[in-house]
């Protein structure tokens, strides 16, 4: 069974400060999404990265995909109350199936 | 621009009764997929389909029968539900090709008493 763990599962931050989440397995994947939910709506693709080592920035956000592609990183720089919601990581099996993260949770307080 | 759609958003059931939710897409998208989500356990995958007339087992299969009649509808049947089948329950498509987002639904949370 794959699994991909991320880490921390909760996160409570002040607005400005920056935070890392990560997403970790010990399975190679063909690449890697990020996607954010909010309470009572499904989540939301933030990003794809493909190939190992890759960086992609979203404004504020930075995604960083393993050289392995066993992992990867989510850094958000100076949080605003509108970054809170669930982080989930989901790591592709072919072309059309993907393993979901266990979901980071972060609230940022004004 | 409707996107997913799923139906009903909420509902209670006994143990033993049975029930199928619909999700619709209008996007004419091929893949679409049938999700469970639990506190603490991320999104785990039930059923597949990645076109019309096919479908294929995820993770936790146990439980539920899904069919896929037309391209734009994807349905998840529990015959004979059971407490652990409480959970919030998302449908979600994409189109074909690697690497696709996948488009969700805005969930159906059960409640299997």
């Known amino acids: 069974t794959q699994l991909l763990e991320q880490s921390p599962q909760f996160l409570s931050i002040q607005e400005g400060e920056n935070l890392t989440v990560y997403c970790n397995s010990s399975?190679?994947?063909?690449?890697l999404q990020w996607y954010r939910q909010e309470p009572g709506e499904g989540p939301v693709l933030l990003v794809t990265?493909?190939?190992?080592?890759e960086v992609k920035k979203l404004k504020r956000l930075t995604f960083q995909f393993g050289d392995a592609r066993k992992d990867s990183s989510l850094h958000i720089t100076a949080a605003q109350p509108g970054d809170t919601g669930l982080y989930l990581c989901a790591g592709g099996i072919g072309t059309y199936k993907y393993i979901f993260g266990t979901g980071t949770r972060l609230k940022v307080l004004a | 621009n409707a996107g997913v759609t799923q139906t009903p958003k909420f509902r209670v059931l006994k143990t033993g009764q049975s029930m199928t939710l619909l999700c619709a897409q209008d996007m004419n998208h091929e893949y679409m997929y049938w999700y469970r989500q639990d506190p603490g356990m991320g999104l785990r995958l039930i059923h597949y389909?990645?076109?019309?007339?096919?479908?294929a087992k995820g993770e936790v299969p146990d439980g539920y029968n899904v069919s896929r009649l037309k391209k734009q509808n994807f349905l998840l049947g529990l015959e004979s539900a059971a407490p652990s089948q409480t959970s919030v329950y998302f449908c979600a498509s994409s189109t074909t090709g690697g690497n696709q987002p996948q488009h969700f639904g805005d969930g159906t949370r059960l409640s299997i008493l």
């Open positions: 389909s990645v076109g019309e007339g096919t479908t």
């Open positions: 990265v493909v190939t190992g080592g």
């Open positions: 399975s190679v994947f063909s690449s």
